[in-house]
């Protein structure tokens, strides 16, 4: 579905990212994971044209799409979480729902989805009229997805959607995130800091250092890795240290 | 003597919140100052005199006047702004300067250096209201800008489009990835600033009965002063500050000393700045 060959992009004269090259079938969930600086975002920023690429391919269904800007390409079907969740905070709850669906004209079939987001996340039913800048973390994480969810896209990039949440409301994100690949086969890239919790969700996940692929697979497989469990899955600390 | 000068402070001060409107909606949506503004509305008065002069129609000129302000607008964001985005913020601030320099010298030679007078007369019937002298003319000018403002407050609160602007204004990235269109939003803020620039040069050519190449170098200057004094970026601070500003300066020139009337004007921005430095309604964080 989503096909990423041998992408470069530069900020000014530092190249944030070397020749990454990933690829999303439908219906499935891909992790990348990677320290800070990685260049995670940046590959995600890409794809949904908020930044350009210097050189390298980004196919969406064997359509080009590296050129195109973002309003285009979400159109297309790519919609992006950004990091940080980037609401318009000064705006209600059901303002930013309704920016969300800004590219759809058909307004009777989005209130309809207001109703499914609503039932998605039900807290944000109740803070309808509040504004989205008074919300909880977990809120305007819920939110911000639901607003992305409104354009309906086909294929969600997640980033970061467990910073600065507590556990008990990152697993029920988690939840959710699991619930929208399994009920609507929305096929999601999903960048994480916490690989713990990434690579239980994920199908297949990569590893990003420095700008660069450096390990991928299913993630069952990576799991066991001991490179990955040593530097991302805090585990064999001990056999180090001894 | 003070409720003649508050109605004349209103006038004036309803034309500086017009003109402080199209500053601080670009302002805010874009972090530049558009000096161009005041000649916006020099473009827009002059239109309207030398349509009515041809045609005859008060409306067709009005509309005329407000059309080539916003063709103009656009123009303006299209040719001095947009191929400088991303740069540093004194570097469109500099073209805004060249485009306002532009602009009156080429008034000057299109419409000539002298004052024209306004080609339609009015004699506008006055009534009083507690001893103050008040004019239909005024009475006009104060309800059509309410009328103005109302709509544009209506448009940005309760449209699509209108909410488009304020999300691109709050965070330009997040409104491209819920697939807004930037520079869309980009061209409506001029196009918008620039009509209401254009109608103030229209009410103040009729008002004043005459139109020159620099007519709009001072209610630029004052209307970016109530933007400024208001609150830059916010939209009821430039209605605020407009007011403000037009009613100072006019006590000031009542009571005070009328050949110090502009002077006013700034003093009150000093003031308003050294003791809100955010202006009136300015966020503070």
């Not at chain 1, 391919?57 to 390409?73: A, C, N, Q, V």
């Not at chain 2, 063709?71 to 947009?82: D, N, S, T, Y």
């Not at chain 2, 209201?129 to 059509?144: D, E, P, S, T």
């Not at chain 2, 009410?203 to 001072?218: D, E, K, Q, V």
Request: charged share 15%; glycine share 12%; net charge positive.
């Amino acid at each position: 579905m989503l096909q990423v060959r041998n992408l470069h992009i530069y900020y000014g004269q530092i190249q944030a990212v070397k020749g990454a090259s990933l690829h999303v079938k439908p219906g499935e969930i891909v992790a990348l994971i990677g320290g800070n600086g990685a260049g995670k975002s940046t590959i995600l920023r890409a794809i949904s044209g908020i930044v350009k690429s210097t050189s390298g391919s980004i196919l969406l269904s064997d359509t080009e799409i590296s050129s195109l800007p973002p309003e285009r390409i979400l159109k297309n079907g790519i919609g992006h979480v950004p990091e940080g969740r980037r609401l318009f905070r000064g705006l209600t709850v059901h303002d930013n729902l309704m920016l969300g669906a800004y590219s759809r004209n058909d307004s009777a079939r989005i209130k309809n989805d207001i109703e499914t987001m609503e039932l998605l996340f039900p807290i944000l039913g109740k803070r309808r009229k509040q504004l989205a800048g008074t919300l909880s973390g977990g809120e305007q994480q819920m939110l911000a997805m639901a607003r992305t969810l409104m354009a309906r896209p086909r294929m969600l990039l997640l980033d970061e959607p467990s910073m600065g949440l507590a556990p008990i409301i990152t697993s029920q994100i988690y939840e959710k995130i699991g619930l929208l690949n399994k009920n609507e086969g929305l096929s999601i890239l999903l960048v994480e800091q916490n690989a713990k919790l990434a690579l239980k969700l994920a199908h297949r996940g990569y590893v990003i250092e420095t700008g660069r692929v450096v390990m991928e697979g299913p993630t069952s497989e990576l799991r066991e890795s001991n490179e990955i469990q040593r530097a991302y899955l805090g585990k064999g600390y001990r056999e180090v240290w001894e | 003597m003070l409720i003649q000068q508050l109605i004349n402070g209103l006038v004036s001060g309803c034309v500086y919140a017009l003109v402080a409107l199209g500053y601080t909606m670009i302002f805010g949506i874009l972090g530049i100052v558009n000096f161009a503004q005041g000649e916006i509305y020099m473009f827009g008065a002059f239109t309207a005199v030398l349509t009515l002069a041809a045609t005859g129609n008060i409306w067709l000129a009005s509309a005329a006047g407000i059309a080539v302000a916003c063709v103009l607008g656009v123009l303006l964001e299209r040719i001095a702004f947009r191929p400088l985005r991303g740069m540093h913020p004194l570097i469109p601030l500099i073209s805004a300067i060249g485009a306002s320099i532009f602009l009156s010298s080429l008034a000057r030679l299109l419409f000539g250096p002298e004052d024209r007078a306004f080609p339609f007369e009015f004699h506008p019937s006055s009534f009083y209201f507690y001893g103050a002298q008040i004019n239909q003319l005024q009475l006009a000018i104060i309800a059509v800008s309410v009328g103005l403002m109302a709509i544009l407050t209506l448009f940005l609160n309760m449209t699509k489009h209108g909410k488009a602007i304020i999300a691109v204004a709050m965070d330009s990235d997040a409104a491209r990835l819920s697939g807004i269109n930037v520079n869309r939003a980009y061209e409506i803020t001029f196009l918008l600033g620039s009509a209401l620039s254009g109608a103030a040069g229209i009410m103040m050519a009729i008002y004043y009965n005459s139109t020159s190449p620099s007519m709009g170098l001072l209610p630029g200057l004052k209307g970016f002063s109530a933007a400024i004094l208001g609150g830059v970026g916010s939209i009821p601070g430039a209605i605020i500050g407009g007011l403000v500003l037009g009613i100072a300066e006019n006590l000031g020139a009542a009571y005070i000393s009328s050949s110090f009337k502009d002077a006013f004007a700034f003093i009150a921005l000093v003031l308003v700045l050294i003791l809100l430095p955010r202006g009136i309604m300015g966020s503070r964080k």
